[in-house]
């Protein structure tokens, strides 16, 4: 291709040139000509690229095609049920649940039924009227007898997601969401910013290890500075991150190019600088510690809930953590299970890929161990990874969860369209960018009203699958009313296969 670019060179340079001195409006051709010589020259004579090097301008055409590829098998490639994270069809319930239209769908199922993993619940002969399954029981008070201000929390509320890793429209507009419909907005560790107090929306304050919002300048923990954002009154709950499912054991990523001043001030760091948190906290490092750093965190709050939010890994480490928690008889008021295919913004691949129990294993194991020490009646489970529709919220709570997090179904209220370019600071949609210019096309209240839309679809969807099912209250769901399918023959249900009883898989 390098003789084909020359030739290329020897055949259009004379003949531009030719054409130029017999009349001088063939000038304008080398608005196209003169850059396609330049780069290709370029091509020729850099060192970096061996496709550009030994195909001259040419071989640009693959890194056009590689920026293309996603768009072109998202849209004509992938069938409904195939794509990933998030398939075709989940992503269309989101987006006509935050529109409110089309409420059903034609022509029954695309999934296959007889595929292993299929799951489903069994209806009742004898279905409740939504009037019997209350919206009250769709609602859950978190706060151990340690807890002097119980928070009443919706059974799906917005996963962790910082401002930084979002574009303030996007965090405004989630605020106002959960503002108009009752439920909590979690910050995610960068701290609680303008945007999430501008309509009033219950905030859940999450504390990470960098302990942005909290933090001296020296990055230590400051009892002072967490005590006055701790004691907002939009702030009902405080979450401190020992993991995230998309990267557990590693710290928080913000990429230098999203780290404005506006948020450098608001985390406390330097501005346009990479901020790496640490893996682990400072402020302790044992199971005692943990407790004895919640108690302190509850008498600096004023007596808030504090929760923990870990991805499960080593069992040895939760169990004795629930041993101390009976020693001592104190604990997190909740404890969010992130699984290991949670969503993230920034992630080195093998922590999103290769580390971290999955969302049900983390879950089953967390909820028999605290049966295990009878601490389940004090500690509420939240739990987050994949919760799309209602039968997700129905199978979690079934496991044993209290409640849920959703943080990409949330997203895609917002308005995304699964790029996939979350870590570049390009999001089209204008939600996980700190550009300007694409973020000001984000109405804040258009997208705060589909998110509160979504919300009250989804809730709805879950009243009406516990009445068909005959269950008038979410605490009266067990393993034995999912089922899966493991064979093309054989059917199993979640109790049989995670029965309650095992504290290890």
Not at 13 to 26: E, K, M, Q, R, T
Not at 28 to 35: A, D, H, Q, Y
Not at 213 to 236: I, Q, Y
Not at 291 to 307: A, C
Request: one cysteine or more.
């Amino acid at each position: 291709m390098r003789k084909w670019f020359i030739v290329y060179c020897i055949v259009t340079v004379p003949l531009a040139s030719y054409f130029i001195y017999l009349h001088p409006w063939w000038s304008l051709s080398l608005i196209l000509l003169l850059p396609s010589w330049l780069v290709g020259l370029y091509d020729l004579t850099q060192t970096r690229h061996t496709i550009k090097k030994n195909y001259p301008l040419f071989g640009r055409l693959r890194y056009v095609m590689e920026e293309l590829r996603p768009k072109v098998y998202q849209y004509f490639v992938e069938s409904d049920t195939d794509g990933t994270p998030i398939n075709r069809i989940n992503r269309s319930v989101v987006y006509q649940r935050a529109k409110r239209v089309l409420r059903t769908k034609p022509f029954g199922t695309q999934v296959d039924v007889y595929e292993p993993g299929y799951e489903w619940i069994n209806h009742s002969m004898y279905p409740l009227s939504d009037h019997e399954v209350s919206l009250e029981s769709l609602r859950v008070e978190i706060g151990s007898k340690h807890c002097q201000q119980k928070y009443n929390a919706s059974i799906l509320n917005i996963s962790a997601m910082s401002y930084g890793s979002l574009s303030g429209n996007a965090v405004e507009a989630l605020n106002r969401g959960a503002s108009l419909g009752g439920f909590a907005q979690n910050t995610g560790e960068g701290s609680i910013s303008d945007y999430h107090l501008k309509h009033g929306g219950h905030i859940i304050w999450q504390i990470g290890t960098g302990y942005f919002g909290a933090r001296d300048h020296d990055g230590n923990f400051s009892d002072e500075l967490f005590s006055k954002n701790a004691k907002r009154e939009s702030v009902k709950m405080i979450e401190i991150k020992l993991s995230q499912g998309a990267k557990p054991g590693h710290g928080g990523i913000l990429p230098a190019k999203k780290n404005t001043p506006e948020i450098a001030r608001i985390r406390g760091v330097k501005p346009y600088t990479a901020v790496i948190s640490p893996p682990g906290h400072t402020e302790f490092n044992n199971s005692e510690g943990l407790i004895k750093f919640i108690q302190r965190l509850r008498d600096l709050s004023g007596g808030k809930p504090i929760g923990i939010k870990l991805c499960f890994g080593k069992l040895h480490e939760f169990e004795d953590l629930c041993i101390k928690m009976k020693e001592m008889d104190n604990y997190p008021d909740y404890i969010v299970v992130d699984g290991g295919e949670g969503g993230t913004g920034a992630a080195p691949l093998e922590f999103s890929d290769s580390l971290g129990t999955p969302m049900t294993e983390g879950l089953v194991l967390v909820s028999n161990l605290l049966n295990k020490y009878g601490l389940k009646d004090q500690i509420k489970l939240i739990v987050s990874g994949k919760i799309i529709t209602g039968f997700h919220i129905v199978r979690a709570l079934s496991l044993g969860a209290d409640a849920c997090y959703s943080a990409r179904a949330m997203m895609l209220a917002l308005g995304c369209i699964q790029a996939l370019i979350c870590n570049t600071n390009k999001c089209p949609a204008g939600i996980a960018t700190q550009d300007k210019s694409l973020s000001w096309g984000l109405d804040v209240e258009n997208k705060g009203t589909r998110i509160n839309n979504f919300h009250q679809e989804t809730v709805h969807s879950v009243r009406e699958i516990l009445g068909s099912a005959g269950v008038d209250h979410p605490s009266k769901l067990s393993r034995a009313d999912i089922f899966r399918r493991v064979s093309p023959t054989k059917v199993k249900s979640l109790e049989e296969i995670f029965p309650s009883s095992q504290t290890i898989l």
